[in-house]
């Protein structure tokens, strides 16, 4: 089946506003590398304690940072960054509350941690100002899990609980090895490919990792909700509950469909997210599970069975993203784009999409390679058979 070239090109250049918004957002390769060479060196520090709860430990990312999720908080010029501190010869009898309390105090030993640190409730977490922060979870090995999982505290220090960041990781990033299948494009004229004097529209744009773009997509939009409806932020749909229902739904939307465009795809994997949330009735209530599909035991929807008002925040915020996100398509001009995208990620990401468009349709326009192609609008760095060459002027819209 062909699809018309015109629409995929129009999502194309929405694609291409969704990308530079998820790049704004994200943490910068020099943050990474500066975190990565930090928590190395935490890493190294603990190990070289004389405790023998700290022996053989080793450091490693989870969460975001370990798999490319990364968006920035609104309001914060801090990066989260979690990590987790493994005690790999440790078992069930080492209570919770004192592996914290070991991996604290070799810290607060160091004369560069000391002041960088500050305590949660299951972690702690190193504070570099304007850049980043990373939490230290403890953990030790599960060896019930035969799935090579790790246990780490509960917020109340009194137990062990299943997870596995290595094996929840090494899922998500071979879910993002998936392909899509996209239906072919049809040119505009099918006789552009007899003529060799007609130049060929540029490639697609693309996303740079379609799965890790979507969620990264459906959290600055989470985060933009909350804070607008003023919704207490404990209330928010947690980040892993909201990447684990995104790779499931990715992952079924590309081994059962086929596509025109990836901005399609975007609007059916948030469309198919609820269909991975088991609700079971019990007792006049229902209970929710989101699983975790790498250990045993590990519900991302647990705090939504003692509190139901967190459902009914994951549901509206749900629909609400599907809504603003779809609505995209219907912008008419960089004005209007600018206030959808404004609307559902916040005015600040908006306006510096908006700005780099206005700059590449400048550049273009001096080099006179801007167009104008029906029901697409200004075309940037091409020439074809039905676009408009757009005069050079020095003064975008004038």
Known sequence: MYHDQRLVMRDGMLIGALERMCATLEISPSQA????????????????????????????????????????????????????????????????????????????????????????????????????????????????????????????LKMWKPSNPKGYKALFLERVKLAPRFRVIKSLHTQDSARADIEPYPDQVRFKGLLQRVVQILKRHRDVFISVHEIDPAMSPISVLVTTLASQSYEYCVKTFVYDTELDLLFDVIRHMPDFIEARAANGKTHWFVWNETTQGENFAEKWNSDPKRAEVFFTWHARALSDISRLKEAEGIDGLKRYLGDAFGAGPAKAVVDAITDDISASRRAGTLGVAPRVGLVTGLAAASTTPVRANTFFGR
């Open 33 to 156: 590398g500066l975190a990565k060479e930090r928590y190395e060196g935490v890493g190294e520090w603990l190990a070289d304690s004389d405790d023998p709860l700290l022996k053989l430990m080793g450091i490693f990312l989870q969460g975001s940072t370990a798999i490319g999720t990364t968006v920035k908080p609104i309001g914060s010029n801090e990066h989260d960054v979690d990590l987790v501190a493994h005690a790999p010869d440790l078992g069930e009898w080492v209570e919770p509350a004192a592996l914290k309390k070991a991996i604290g105090d070799r810290l607060k030993a160091n004369g560069h941690y000391k002041p960088l640190l500050v305590e949660m409730a299951r972690c702690w977490r190193l504070v570099y100002a304007n850049e980043f922060h990373m939490d230290i979870t403890p953990s030790i090995p599960n060896r019930s899990c035969n799935l090579g999982g790790e246990l780490v505290p509960d917020r109340a």
